[in-house]
């Protein structure tokens, strides 16, 4: 009996690891067959064909935003008086600082279309660091997935490198010096305070907004509109999706 008993282990235990891969297999093709790949496309796919996707969304809001009037005439993006400005700028204008108002608005957009072209080499750095698993993420993501991968991945990066740009800008442009007359006008007005604010910073973080919500607007046409796909790939693997 004991050996009987010792046999009946000795098989339980051997075909245990066995029984427990096949239920870990029979389960993945539960979940295949449920829609784990209904599309039909490799990852493999699906990584190149985003990464095509990336590349022509980001090198079009590179263009459109680095090009001269890139900011100034797009009013979703358009940077404006600072806040601690916006407050005391009618009341600046009707006492003649109109002319320096728009001069100042105009150096910073200026400022913002230089900087932006440093990005094109950031974004396609984080395109070649995206691993399947960040591919097929983005790809069923929402609207904005891949926008918002590059903000996580690429703010640092971009905010570095804008910096000196802006910086070099408006110190050619005069908004620097736009700015400190500006804030010196409103202390001499009575009873007008206004809070000082580093404005390099204010540009840059504009610029990056801005850039940001032009990407987004390229990559929702890519996902939604059929005819913003110019490549096979690209109608391939977003026309499945």
Sequence with gaps: MLRVWATALFFFLAVAPARAQLDKMLKGLGNLSSGGSASGL?????GSGLQEALKVG????????????GFLMNKAIKILMPKSLQTIE????????G???????????????????????????????????DARKIWSGPDNAATQYFRDKTSGKLTAAFTPVVDKAMGETGVT?????????????PFMKSE?????????????????????EQEKQIRTNPTA???????EVFGKK
């Design 42 to 46: 490799s990852d493999a796919k699906i």
């Design 177 to 189: 010096r736009q700015y400190k007359d500006l804030m010196g006008r409103v202390e001499s007005i």
């Design 58 to 69: 980001t090198e079009n809001a590179v263009l459109q935003t680095g090009q001269n009037d």
């Design 99 to 133: 002319p320096q108002i728009d001069e100042f608005v105009v150096g910073m957009n200026r400022a913002a279309e230089k900087a932006v072209p440093f990005a094109k080499d950031i974004f396609w750095g984080a395109i070649g660091e995206m691993s399947f698993d």
């Design 90 to 97: 009618q009341p600046l204008r009707l006492v003649g600082y």
């Design 196 to 216: 000082s604010l580093d404005i390099d910073h204010y540009v840059v973080d504009k610029s990056l907004g801005g850039l940001f919500h032009v990407l987004g």
């Design 229 to 235: 796909r110019t490549t096979d790939l690209l109608k």
